[in-house]
């Protein structure tokens, strides 16, 4: 059950009805029934035994730490920690590692096709908040939860159960543990998010997936410009798909009047990698951040800046291992690690050399660090996304092929810098058709010049754009809940058509099933 | 608080800026450059200052200046 589609719209109805009919000190039993049923919904019974084994770990190793002295903590963070790793190993790893021995030796018992396809949605994102509570009360940041329902909600709680965000114990455990209540504001605003979700997944990400997924899918049929359109629109694609998730998932636990972390704040527009990561999935990059990085690089100190790289590497390393077990998200958590080591290092001789070029507050500077920043994260996207390592591989070396840097260069130099001098107005001419014709002998197969993409498609992807720009821009100057209540409800009616028509739901009703992409992890 | 005052002498060295001033509640937040990857920087130097170690828990535990100072003035009592 996904939360796009219509089963879901009645399942949450029906939960905020049966929700609004228990004692405020009851409702945790509704929302934990729900998010069990929820679960169940996915039809792969061994997940709910992957949850319950996470529950049970998390919630003992937490209570017996808690009754432990502060400095005898250590053996239960310790076995919890891999306790719930090796379920997480089991769960989400077992399937893939099935395949890679069964791939690798066909002859050898079943044949792959014979396997039940594992899914194991949700297991990365519980089994590390269960390791963050842990974590949390070692570091005694939190007290243990004494109450197994409350705890076992903690985990579970529908809206985040399948991609997150990541809670840490402090922030949800109060929540849930107390009268749980219900506020119009908070649910008239989750309602909002949620719609604004479900747009930005239906209307803009799975729209770009037309354009995204047939590049991806053959890369070897393309060169030069087509590839670096296919990553940036890749690029949005994923965020808007992730981000919309995530509003989504706010927007639901707002319903029921709880407040979720947020994960994404506008990252694209980000100066720095590592700012990039402090607004990219923030519940998990603070999780690595907090629970890898930190205690790596403290205990690693004496090694100055060696420490810190390698600190790093293993970091980002863990990063990419916790997406899958592949060459692709090795590549891109490396290529992280090297990306922060070296902004690192070099920071001090950027502020030097900004402070001397009276530069430090240019917005010039500012434009070109989100323009590498953006660029930086794009490249690493290739490998994340790449259907196989050597795919990524072809990708990454194929970017400017057939776009002739040199000729491009040499283009510019003949007919810029001589044109006013010796030219005349017949070579700019000249030189505008072989600047088109270098640009465009790469980009012809590209889905939307090959008819493959409807032309109207663009129009709705350009508007959507447009409208989520200037509505974050508008939604800031002045708050929606202020507007006057017809402006409101005609803006809702509006929106509502364009979610309807933007879809396609009238002429391709299949399409609105389409799976997020961060199911897969 | 000759503690505060010797911390503030290396907050200042450390992170390039004369005119930091510590109090207890000070945190992160409040001192430009004071991030993650600095911070430890930081905590190497205290340490070396003071002649003090500390375990990688209670680095980890520090909400604030005036937890470090307390944490600093317990290592040189004990």
């Not at chain 1, 039993?29 to 169940?40: E, G």
């Not at chain 1, 690089?297 to 810190?308: D, L, N």
């Not at chain 2, 905590?43 to 170690?53: C, H, N, T, Y």
Request: hydrophobic fraction near 50%; charged fraction near 15%; aromatic fraction near 18%.
């Amino acid at each position: 059950m996904s939360f796009t589609s219509p089963a879901f719209f009645l399942f949450i109805t029906a939960v905020l009805l049966v929700y609004a009919f228990f004692s405020r000190r009851r409702r945790w039993i509704v929302l934990l029934v729900a998010s069990l049923a929820f679960y169940a919904s996915l039809q792969a019974p061994y997940l709910l035994v992957a949850l319950a084994a996470v529950t049970l770990v998390s919630y003992l190793a937490g209570r017996w730490m808690g009754r432990a002295a502060p400095e005898q903590r250590r053996p239960y963070l310790v076995a919890g920690s891999l306790l719930n790793l090796a379920i997480l190993l089991i769960f989400r790893y077992l399937g893939e590692l099935i395949q890679l021995f069964s791939g690798a030796r066909p002859a050898a018992g079943a044949a792959p096709a014979d396997m039940p396809v594992l899914i194991s949605v949700g297991v990365s994102f519980y089994a590390f908040q269960g390791i963050s509570y842990l974590a949390d009360i070692y570091l005694e940041t939190i007290e243990p939860e004494p109450h197994l329902g409350h705890f076992a909600l903690f985990m579970a709680f529908f809206p985040k159960i399948l991609q997150g965000p990541i809670e840490r114990g402090g922030d949800l455990l109060p929540q849930l543990t107390g009268d749980l209540t219900f506020a119009e504001s908070s649910a008239s605003a989750g309602l909002r998010r949620f719609g604004w979700g479900l747009f930005k997944k239906l209307v803009v990400a799975d729209r770009l997936a037309l354009l995204v997924n047939p590049v991806f899918g053959s890369v070897h049929s393309y060169t030069g410009l087509s590839l670096i359109l296919a990553v940036y629109l890749y690029a949005f694609e994923l965020y808007f798909d992730f981000s919309g998730y995530t509003d989504m998932a706010l927007g639901l636990a707002g319903l029921f009047n709880i407040r979720l972390v947020e994960n994404f704040n506008q990252p694209y527009l980000a100066r720095s990698i590592a700012e990039f990561w402090r607004r990219w999935h923030m519940s998990f990059s603070h999780w690595i951040l907090d629970y890898i990085f930190k205690p790596l690089q403290i205990t690693w100190r004496r090694w100055g800046s060696w420490g810190v790289t390698a600190a790093l590497l293993v970091a980002f390393l863990a990063s990419g291992l916790w997406h899958g077990i592949s060459w692709g998200f090795v590549t891109w958590g490396l290529l992280y690690g090297i990306y922060m080591a070296v902004e690192w290092v070099y920071a001090p001789w950027r502020k030097k050399l900004y402070r001397r070029l009276h530069l430090e507050k240019s917005w010039l500077v500012k434009v070109w660090q989100v323009f590498l920043t953006f660029n930086l994260v794009c490249f690493a996207w290739i490998f994340f996304r790449a259907n196989s390592f050597s795919d990524g591989l072809y990708m990454a070396g194929s970017l400017f092929s057939g776009v002739h840097v040199f000729s491009c260069a040499r283009l510019v130099a003949k007919y810029w810098v001589y044109l006013p001098v010796f030219k005349g107005v017949v070579d700019f001419q000249h030189f505008s058709s072989a600047a088109g014709q270098v640009c465009t002998n790469t980009l012809q197969n590209f889905p939307v010049f090959q008819g493959q993409f409807a032309s109207e498609n663009v129009g709705v992807l350009l508007a959507s754009l447009l409208l989520l720009a200037v509505a974050s821009w508008a939604g800031r100057r002045l708050p929606l809940t202020r507007w006057p209540a017809g402006i409101r409800w005609a803006g809702y009616f509006t929106f509502s058509m364009w979610v309807l028509f933007g879809l396609g739901i009238l002429e391709n009703p299949g399409q609105i099933f389409s799976q997020f992409l961060y199911f897969k992890f | 608080m000759a503690t505060l005052q010797t911390l503030t002498e290396v907050f200042r060295d450390v992170f390039e800026d004369d005119s930091i001033e510590l109090r207890p509640q000070t945190t992160a937040n409040d001192v430009e450059g004071w991030d993650s990857l600095s911070h430890t920087i930081m905590i190497s130097a205290v340490e070396l200052k003071f002649g003090v170690k500390f375990s990688t828990r209670e680095v980890m535990r520090l909400k604030n200046v005036g937890e470090l100072v307390q944490l600093i003035d317990s290592k040189r009592a004990g």
